[in-house]
């Protein structure tokens, strides 16, 4: 089912806006020059009606939604890179320099990740690859701290003295017991971790920390709508009811 839910939205994001101009800014002066009561109103092919500059709200619903996919995978993407990487190093690393790095990544992952962007993302500018790489930045830490522990359970498995005693060379094992170990590791970890990314994107975009106009993203779209509560509460509603199932669908069986 959450597998059908994230494809059914993947292709709301991307054929949403087909049909209409597909731009979340173009006005509709039909709908400006309407009386005050029709403002918000569902006519003229606007399935969700328009905002009070004319623009068509499930354009802007869809773009959204396209928007914040596009920050929690390209986030995703660089914390399964980044944390794959620093998890091999803790798991090689020995001695003192290990414990270092190991205890320094448990010192970050315990500060909010939230909180971190906000503070880094308010000083580096905003866009979406500012946005996308601090989020996979710092959540690069559970999914280095997920590979170190598997990295390290594999290299003390008691069946590769077994493989050794015939012959296994070093790459052999590496390809067959290293690199599936990792690979699972970062998958779980990754899965655990795109929720946390997607809710963290909506936040810095309600607070207008995500991406600038004429980007999209749900959080900004719940900004937007909140101001629009009283005579148009689909403005919030139906963001909402996105995010909500956005993080339906990436919810981990795991």
């Known amino acids: 089912m959450t597998r059908k839910l994230a494809l059914f939205l993947v292709v709301l994001a991307v054929a949403g806006p ?3 101009s597909g731009d979340g800014y173009a006005v509709d002066w039909r709908a400006l020059d309407s009386p005050p009561g029709a403002l918000y109103g569902f006519a003229g092919g606007h399935w969700l009606g328009t905002d009070e500059l004319g623009r068509d709200l499930w354009v802007r619903l869809c773009l959204g939604l396209r928007g914040s996919i596009a920050v929690g995978v390209f986030a995703l993407l660089f914390a399964a890179l980044l944390g794959s990487t620093l998890g091999v190093a803790m798991g090689i690393l020995r001695g003192v320099a290990g414990g270092l790095v190991a205890r320094a990544a448990d010192i970050l992952a315990a500060l909010p990740v939230t909180l971190l962007a906000l503070v880094v993302i ?3 500018g905003r866009g979406l690859w500012p946005v996308a790489a601090t989020l996979g930045a710092l959540g690069a830490v559970p999914v280095a701290r997920a590979v ?11 069946y590769l003295a077994v493989a050794r005693i015939h012959g296994a060379g070093f790459w052999e094992v590496a390809r067959w017991t290293y690199v599936p170990a990792v690979a699972a590791a970062c998958g779980t970890a990754c899965r655990l971790l795109l929720p946390q990314l997607l809710v963290a994107e909506g936040l810095l975009g309600f607070l207008g920390l995500s991406i600038p106009a004429p980007g999209i ?10 101001g629009r509560l009283s005579h148009a509460p689909w403005a919030v509603a139906a963001p909402t009811a996105a995010v909500f199932l956005l993080l339906t669908a990436t919810r981990s069986r795991a």
Do not use: K, Q
Request: glycine fraction near 12%.
């Open 217 to 226: 993203t749900l959080g900004s779209l719940l900004a937007e709508g909140s």
């Open 122 to 124: 308010s000083t580096s």
């Open 148 to 158: 170190r522990v598997a990295l390290l359970a594999a290299t003390r498995a008691p």
């Open 18 to 20: 087909l049909g209409s």
